[in-house]
C-alpha cells in the first residue's frame, strides 16, 4: 500500500487488481463473501489496490440499448440491462469492502458510472477512477475534480481529441492531479492490439503520468512492458477462477497469475535502474577483473624502454592491478621505466619517466 498522494508520483509502479464485477455469486451473503476472497487474493499477490465497479443499470445504457455484441460472442446472449442489473453492486456493500481492505493495508478503489455512483463511492476512495466509455461523462470529470482527488482515466476506444476534451473539462473544474491509462477497449484483447508505445506518446502529448490499464489473457507480456515505456500504473482484471459464469471471468487472470504478474513487474521495476550509465557495484568484481589494461608482460627494471609486445601488452589483468587505459598507449610507448614492475602488473604513470 502507498502512502497518499504518491501512488503515480512514486517510483514504484501503482498494482491494481481489478475486481470489476467478479465478485457477483448471486445472494447477499455470497457476494460479499467473494468480494472479500477476491480482495484477500489481491492482498497476497501484493497488488497496491483493489478496484470495483459500482453501477445502476438505468444510469448506464438507454432501456432499449439490446445485446452487446462481444458478449454474445462469450455466450452471454442476455440484454445488456439486464446484465448490469446483476451485476450491479449495492451501495450498502461499499462501507464494508472498504473497511475490509483497510484493515488489510490495501486501497479501495471503485469505477462509479453516474453521478449517484460517484456520490456512493468518494467517501471510501483515496483516488478516482474513470472507465475508458465513461471519457466523455462531463458530470463525472467535473465532480472528480472538484473531489480533489487525484484520477485515473482510462482512454480505451478514444482519441486524442477526447483525451484533450477531458483533460480540459478536469482542469478547468479544478482538478490537478490526473494519469492517462492506456487500454485497448476489446475483452480479451488481442496482443497486436496493445499500442504500448501509446503509453510514451501520451505523457509526451499531455505532459502527464501515463499507466496500463490491460486486457489481454497474457499475466505479464504488456505490463513489464507497459514499464518500460514509463508507466507508473498497471491494472489488470482477475478472478478466483476462470470457469465462473459471468462476463469478465473469461479473461481474467487467476490467482496464480496475478502474483505472477505483480511479481515481474516489480522485477521489471528493478531492472529499469536510474538510466545513468556507470560501473554498477554488481560489475565491480568483472570491471577491475576483465577490463583491459596497460599490463606488464615480463619483469621491467628500472632503466627499461617501454615496448609493445616485448614488455607490456594491452591485456585483461585477471588478480593483478589493472593498469592504465589503453587510450594511453602511444603516451607511454618508448618511455623508460623509474621503478620495478613485475610481470602482470598494470603500468601506472608514476612508474615512468616525465
Known amino acids: 500500500m502507498i502512502s497518499p498522494n504518491t501512488w503515480w508520483h512514486s517510483e514504484r509502479v501503482y498494482i491494481i ?7 457477483r455469486m448471486g445472494t447477499g451473503k455470497r457476494d460479499m463473501a467473494m468480494a472479500k476472497a477476491l480482495i484477500d487474493v489481491a492482498v ?19 432501456k432499449n440499448a439490446g445485446r452487446s455484441g462481444y458478449l454474445s460472442e462469450a455466450g452471454i446472449t442476455e440484454d445488456i440491462q439486464d446484465i448490469f442489473a446483476d451485476l450491479a453492486m449495492p451501495y450498502e456493500m461499499l462501507p464494508e469492502l472498504a473497511d475490509y481492505c483497510k484493515r488489510n493495508s490495501i486501497d479501495f478503489l471503485s469505477t462509479p458510472f453516474s453521478k449517484q455512483d460517484f456520490e456512493a463511492i468518494d467517501p471510501f476512495v483515496p483516488i478516482h477512477k474513470i472507465a475508458s466509455y465513461e471519457i466523455s461523462h462531463i458530470h463525472l470529470l467535473t465532480m472528480a475534480a472538484r473531489s480533489g482527488k487525484p484520477l485515473l482515466l482510462s482512454t480505451g476506444a478514444s482519441n486524442e481529441e477526447d483525451i484533450q476534451w477531458a483533460l480540459d473539462t478536469f482542469k478547468n473544474a479544478g482538478g490537478e492531479d490526473i494519469c492517462l491509462l492506456q487500454c485497448t477497449a476489446k475483452y480479451p484483447a488481442p496482443m497486436e492490439s496493445l499500442n504500448l508505445l501509446s503509453i510514451r506518446r501520451l505523457k509526451q502529448r499531455f505532459q502527464v503520468k501515463t499507466g496500463l490499464s490491460d486486457h489481454s489473457r497474457e499475466p505479464a507480456v504488456a505490463p513489464v512492458m507497459a514499464v518500460a515505456m514509463g508507466a507508473k500504473v498497471i491494472e489488470k482484471h ?18 496464480e497469475d496475478l502474483k ?23 560489475e565491480q568484481e568483472l570491471a577491475a577483473y576483465a577490463r583491459r589494461g596497460l599490463q606488464a608482460i615480463k619483469d ?9 609486445e616485448v614488455n607490456f601488452a ?41
Open 300 to 308: 621491467i627494471k628500472p632503466g627499461d624502454i617501454l615496448e609493445e
Open 314 to 354: 594491452v591485456l585483461r589483468p585477471g588478480q593483478q592491478p589493472l593498469g592504465l587505459h589503453p587510450k594511453h598507449l602511444t603516451d607511454i610507448q618508448g618511455k623508460r621505466a623509474v621503478s620495478y614492475i613485475e610481470t602482470g602488473r598494470g603500468l601506472r604513470f608514476d612508474d615512468l619517466e616525465n
Open 238 to 255: 482477475y478472478t478466483l477462477d476462470n470457469r465462473l459464469p459471468g462476463p469478465d471471468h473469461s479473461f481474467a487472470l487467476n490467482p
Open 17 to 23: 487488481a481489478e475486481a470489476g464485477s467478479n465478485w
Open 44 to 62: 497476497e499477490a501484493g497488488a497496491d489496490a483493489v478496484k470495483f465497479q459500482t453501477y445502476k443499470p438505468e444510469t448506464v445504457y438507454v
Open 260 to 282: 505472477r504478474m505483480v511479481r515481474e513487474v516489480r522485477m521489471a521495476e528493478e531492472a529499469l535502474g536510474d538510466g545513468i550509465k556507470k560501473v554498477l557495484p554488481a
